[in-house]
C-alpha cells in the first residue's frame, strides 16, 4: 500500500485512492465543486488543484491518485493563487445575489470565496444573462445564472436515480444544465439534485425563501417512510419565521451510512415530515360526548381508559379486547405496549399486521413497499402471531364477542375502508392513540395525542434487522406525549406496571428480555446502528384465526 506524504503528514492508503480522499485521512481540507464522492470524476472545476513534488505543473487532486513516496502540498503560494484564479472565473457572470439565494449559508462557492479569495472583481463587462426560475420538475427549480456546471446533478441522475435526464447544453459561457426534449424530471430522487449542487442553481421548492439555514438547527434521526430506515438530519427551528406559523421542522436531508442509505434519500422520505406540524395534529386528550369530541386532561383520559378497559377484562375476559399497534411506533414504545396488554392485562390478540400494510411500491433503489419504519422490530417483539389477526378482530367485533379495540397508531379504516369503519362502528369502546386525526380516529371513544419521531427518542429495526436511534428534536406539540410514556402511566393505572423514566430505560429491559437485542446498548447503536443477529427462519408463526 502506497504511503504519501501531504503537507508533510505522512498517512498510508489503499492503491487508487485519490490524492484528495488520501488528504481527507489526515484532516486536510481540499476545496473542490465538481468531485463527488458517489459519482464518477471528470475532474472539471479545477477547485481542488495541488502541487506535487516534480511534477512540471499543478494537478487535479480529485482524479490523481497517490503513489509510494509521493510528497503532495495543498497550501502553497502557487496553489492558492490557482484557487483564486479559479474563483474569479467562477464569479465573472455569476450574480451577487447571496442576499436573497436559498443556498446563503451553505454555499461553497460563497465559502471558498472567503477562505481563499476575497479579492474585489476585476471584470468589467456585462455578465451573461442565463435563464432564472426554472421548473425542472413539481420539487426541484433551477437558476441558471447561479450554475457553474460542474454536472454533479448530470451524474447523479444518470448513475443513480437511472434516469439519463439532465444534460448540458450551450457551450463556454452560455452553457446551461437542462431536461432533455421530450423527457420530465420525474423520479423519486429529485430532493437529491438539491444536496448534491454546490450552490444555489438547484434548490427544493418546497424550502425555498422559508427559513435561512443558520435559524435552523440539526439532529441524527431515521427516516419513518420506509423499512429501509435511511439515515437522516432533521433540521428545524424553535422559531417561527416569515409568517408560517406552527411550522418547526423545515426539511429532512440525508445522512451518510454506508450500510444503508449511503448518502441519498427518497423523496418520499425526504417530504414525509409534513405530518409532524400539521393542523390535523392530536394535541390534547380528548373523549367523545355525543358526535363530538370534548378535550380533557390526562388524567382524566388516563382514568376512564384504566376504568373502562379494566371492567371489559373483568366482565367478558381479555379476548374481548384486541389491539393493533403500528410500525410506526419505536421497539420502545411497542415493548411498553407489550407489557401492559400482553403482560398485564393478559391480552393475546394483538396484530400490527393490517391488511396490505406492506403493499406499497418498490423502487428497487431505496424505497421499500412497507412503508413502515420498525416492521421487524415489531416482528421481533412477538405484536403478531399469537392471537387474531386483525381481519379476524374486525370480524369478531362485528359479530359482538370482541367489545374493544384499542389503536395505536393505526389507522385500519384506511388500509381496510368500510369493513374496519363498521367494526369500529360497532365497537363498545375504541381507543385511538395516536399522532393525527384520521378516518379511524373519527370513530374513536378516547383519543389519547402520541408524540411523532422528532418529538421523542427511541429505536427502529430495519427490514435488514439493523437498530438505529432517533433522536429528540423537539418538545411534543401541545400535551402529546411518548407512546411508551403513556402505556408507562396507564399500566401504573391498572396495576403494577415499571416506572420508566425514559426511553433507554425501556430498551435496557428489551436487551434483557428479548433475545435478538440481547447486549445492546444505546451507546452500541451509536450514529450508524448495529444489526442484529436474528433467528434463522420465520419470526413468528401465522396469526391464528
Keep these: 500500500m502506497p504511503t504519501v506524504t501531504i503537507d508533510e503528514r505522512q498517512v498510508t492508503v489503499d492503491p487508487g485512492t485519490s490524492i484528495l480522499e488520501a488528504a481527507k485521512k489526515l484532516g486536510i481540507f481540499i476545496p473542490h465543486y465538481c468531485y463527488h464522492p458517489r459519482l464518477t470524476i471528470v475532474d472539471a472545476c479545477r477547485m481542488c488543484l495541488v502541487e506535487v513534488k516534480g511534477a512540471p505543473k499543478l494537478v487535479t487532486s480529485c482524479s490523481n491518485a497517490v503513489a509510494d513516496n509521493m510528497v503532495v502540498f495543498t497550501d502553497t503560494p502557487k496553489v492558492e493563487e490557482a484557487r483564486q484564479s479559479v474563483l474569479e472565473f467562477l464569479l465573472i457572470n455569476h450574480p451577487l445575489d447571496c442576499p436573497i439565494c436559498d443556498k446563503s449559508g451553505e454555499c461553497l462557492l460563497q465559502n471558498y470565496y472567503f477562505c481563499h479569495s476575497r479579492k474585489p472583481s476585476r471584470f468589467k463587462e456585462n455578465k451573461v444573462k442565463k435563464h432564472k426560475v426554472v421548473d425542472l420538475g413539481p420539487k426541484i427549480v433551477l437558476d441558471s445564472e447561479r450554475c457553474i456546471v460542474c454536472t454533479r446533478c448530470v451524474r447523479f441522475c444518470k448513475e443513480v436515480a437511472g434516469e439519463e435526464i439532465l444534460g448540458i447544453f450551450n457551450r463556454a459561457d452560455h452553457s446551461e444544465i437542462g431536461v432533455f426534449p421530450g423527457k420530465k424530471l420525474e423520479n423519486n430522487y429529485q430532493g437529491n439534485l438539491a444536496d448534491v449542487c454546490p450552490v444555489g442553481a438547484l434548490t427544493a421548492r418546497d424550502f425555498r425563501f422559508k427559513c435561512r439555514s443558520w435559524f435552523l438547527c440539526q439532529i441524527d434521526t431515521i427516516c419513518p417512510g420506509c423499512s429501509n430506515g435511511c439515515n437522516a438530519v432533521v433540521h428545524f427551528t424553535l ?307
Design 239 to 545: 422559531r417561527n419565521f416569515n409568517g408560517l406559523k406552527g411550522q418547526r421542522v423545515f426539511r429532512l436531508t440525508p445522512r451518510e451510512n454506508n450500510d444503508v442509505n449511503k448518502v441519498w434519500l427518497c423523496d418520499v422520505g425526504r417530504w414525509g415530515y409534513a405530518f409532524v406540524d400539521s393542523i390535523d395534529r392530536l394535541t390534547m386528550p380528548a373523549m367523545r360526548k355525543g358526535e363530538d369530541f370534548v378535550k380533557t386532561d390526562w388524567n382524566t383520559a388516563l382514568k376512564e381508559t384504566a376504568n373502562r378497559l379494566k371492567t371489559l377484562v373483568e366482565r367478558y375476559g381479555a379476548n374481548a379486547i384486541g389491539v393493533i399497534p403500528s410500525p410506526h411506533l419505536t421497539n420502545e414504545d411497542l415493548y411498553a405496549l407489550k407489557c401492559l396488554f400482553g403482560c398485564l392485562l393478559k391480552i393475546a390478540n394483538i396484530d400490527f399486521k393490517v391488511p396490505g400494510f406492506d403493499k406499497g411500491e418498490d423502487d428497487k433503489i431505496l424505497l421499500k413497499a412497507d412503508r413502515h419504519p420498525n416492521t421487524k422490530g415489531a416482528e421481533l417483539l412477538g405484536l403478531s402471531g399469537t392471537g387474531l389477526s386483525v381481519e379476524a378482530m374486525m370480524d369478531k367485533v362485528k359479530a359482538g364477542e370482541i367489545k374493544a379495540l384499542y389503536l395505536a397508531g393505526s389507522d385500519p379504516v384506511k388500509y381496510m375502508g368500510e369493513k374496519a369503519e363498521e367494526a369500529l362502528s360497532r365497537a363498545e369502546l375504541v381507543i385511538f392513540q395516536g399522532t393525527n386525526f384520521n378516518a379511524s380516529c373519527k370513530l374513536a371513544h378516547i383519543v389519547l395525542p402520541g408524540a411523532t419521531f422528532v418529538e421523542k427518542e427511541g429505536t427502529f429495526t430495519n427490514y435488514q434487522g439493523r437498530v438505529q436511534k432517533v433522536n429528540k428534536a423537539l418538545e411534543p406539540l401541545g400535551e402529546a406525549m411518548a407512546d411508551w410514556e403513556i402505556f408507562t402511566r396507564l399500566g401504573q393505572m391498572l396495576g403494577v406496571f415499571p416506572s420508566y423514566r425514559s426511553a433507554e430505560e425501556v430498551f435496557m429491559d428489551i436487551a434483557r428480555e428479548v433475545a435478538p437485542f440481547a447486549g445492546i446498548t444505546y451507546k452500541k447503536i451509536g450514529s450508524q446502528g448495529i444489526k442484529l443477529t436474528l433467528p434463522e427462519g420465520p419470526v413468528l408463526s401465522e396469526a391464528k384465526e
